[in-house]
């Protein structure tokens, strides 16, 4: 049965969002508080009526490749059919292709927006198969899990008789923990990162590497004294490198200085984890140059939410 449609325009906003968190690779997404906001409405007209603003806008379609309308048509499909036509306005803050999220962002929008226009849509998608379409849609579960639920998360895929499943655990970061992003000006593609990892690594930096991220789990918690050495990565980091070499530079002088630095996401930003004074972050800034353009963020406790316009 085809759904029915909501008149009104939805507006929607998406946390940014950091994944791996060092050892946490493909298992580990952060909310950041840098929000892309989106506003759709349904039309009576056939086809799109999309507009992009702020970050990317130049290279972000106004067709059906749109992602956000990509999204959207996934979730209406999801709910029973498509409405004939689509107005969208898309004002992105979130930096495109720095490995902040801005697909996930996004993708979980659309859905959102998707699941906000139909008149029971909370009812009929529940966040659990928001997740799993995107996911789907993503082709991990990190990033779009915290992007949905806010706070850090575990994510993980199973197989349950035959189907891949996403899971999301989520998990409340102690308040003492913010962020530092250093965003360079170059982009760089997750398709191509994850090209560069090798299919196998040794033994013992597997040890580690799972030894880190259980402690990584407990510190996001409530032991951020523990987040330099949980941070460490054995798995992708140093396998990227040569791709990202400004970017791996600035992460290990970091670290070298006690900082818990690593690579968000793909990359190329470096995020760090920290309780320190805005003194320090001055200091950061400093040390990181002017290749790196340095933001202050905090944890975003909330995922994707419908506000008023």
């Not at 909310?31 to 906001?37: I, M, T």
């Not at 996004?106 to 009929?124: C, M, N, P, T, Y």
Request: net charge negative; aromatic share 6%; hydrophobic share 45%.
């Amino acid at each position: 049965m085809k759904p029915t449609f909501k008149a009104q325009p939805i507006q929607v906003q998406v946390p940014a969002s950091s994944a791996n968190l060092g050892p946490g690779f493909d298992c580990l997404g952060l909310a950041l508080n840098v929000y892309d906001r989106y506003i759709a409405q349904v039309m009576d007209e056939p086809g799109f009526d999309v507009d992009v603003t702020g970050e990317g806008a130049e290279n972000v379609p106004v067709t059906d490749k749109n992602l956000v309308i990509k999204a959207m048509y996934k979730g209406f499909d999801f709910l029973g059919g498509r409405p004939r036509g689509i107005a969208l306005r898309q004002l992105n803050v979130i930096p495109h292709g720095r490995g902040l999220g801005s697909s996930a962002a996004a993708i979980v929008g659309g859905l959102f927006l998707a699941r906000s226009l139909v008149l029971g849509g909370q009812e009929k998608m529940s966040l659990e198969a928001m997740l799993n379409i995107a996911n789907e849609m993503e082709g991990h579960p990190d990033n779009v899990s915290a992007a949905i639920f806010g706070n850090a998360n575990i994510a993980w895929q199973e197989n349950q008789r035959g189907s891949v499943i996403a899971q999301s655990l989520n998990i409340e970061v102690d308040p003492r923990i913010s962020a530092l992003a250093f965003v360079p000006a170059t982009e760089f593609s997750t398709s191509k990162a994850r090209k560069m990892l090798p299919e196998s690594i040794p033994h013992i930096d597997a040890v580690r590497n799972s030894s880190n991220t259980a402690v990584l789990v407990q510190a996001l918690q409530n032991r951020p004294d523990l987040l330099l050495g949980a941070t460490e990565d054995y798995l992708h980091q140093s396998y990227r490198q040569d791709a990202m070499p400004h970017s791996y530079a600035l992460m290990t002088k970091l670290r070298s200085a006690g900082v818990a630095a690593f690579i968000s996401g793909a990359g190329p930003s470096v995020l760090v984890l920290r309780t320190g004074a805005d003194d320090e972050a001055a200091e950061l800034e400093r040390a990181a140059g002017e290749r790196f353009a340095m933001r202050t963020l905090g944890i975003s406790r909330t995922g994707v939410a419908a506000i008023s316009a």
